[in-house]
């Protein structure tokens, strides 16, 4: 084998080396973090219509969460949550932007009002979050809110990133009591 031959052998390996170290490099600089998050609802006696979303997820910029139907006639206790509820995918892109979660809750009945109470066990490190009541910041949980009939009422959480050189971890758990409340019509 030629000096030129072996020569141009160790320039290719030392390019291919280097590449590979400058992937590791921004694989451990850009890294994607997935954290689990769960939303449960209990309801008594409640005509409303509960929908959500997640914005923000490095797969999918908008992911609806499924519709959840309460019928004053039927709920009584735990609602049954539709898989998407039971497994909110809240996962950060490359670029850190924060995940937007909403969720709206429309008291069906026109007569009976609706009283909610959320409830937030999220331990999350790493993580900041900030929550809102129709654009209004909650300071603190569990949190009350009377919805009227006819009313709705959105509720968002914003999760951020305090810092991309440090892992986020933990979970996300939001739980929601609805209850009816006849003094709220």
Not at 50 to 76: K, M
Not at 83 to 101: A, E, F, H, K, M
Request: net charge negative; proline share 4%.
């Amino acid at each position: 084998m030629s000096l030129k031959v072996k020569l141009v052998s160790v320039i290719v390996a030392f390019v291919i080396i280097v590449s590979l170290l400058m992937v590791g490099v921004y694989a451990a600089t850009n890294v994607t973090l997935n954290i689990g998050g769960n939303v449960s609802f209990t309801a008594t006696s409640v005509n409303a219509l509960i929908s959500g979303s997640v914005v923000g997820t490095a797969s999918n910029p908008s992911t609806p969460l499924e519709d959840i139907s309460l019928s004053a006639d039927t709920t009584d206790g735990a609602v049954t949550m539709p898989p998407s509820w039971q497994n909110v995918d809240l996962t950060y892109g490359d670029n850190g932007s924060p995940i937007t979660v909403t969720i709206t809750i429309k008291n069906r009945s026109a007569d009976r009002g609706i009283d909610v109470t959320l409830t937030d066990s999220s331990s999350i490190s790493n993580v900041t979050i900030i929550r809102k009541c129709n654009d209004s910041t909650i300071t603190t949980v569990p949190h009350n809110r009377d919805i009227g009939g006819g009313e709705i009422v959105t509720y968002t959480f914003e999760l951020t990133l305090n810092s991309r050189n440090n892992p986020a971890s933990g979970t996300f758990s939001l739980g929601f009591n609805l209850q009816n409340d006849p003094s709220v019509a």
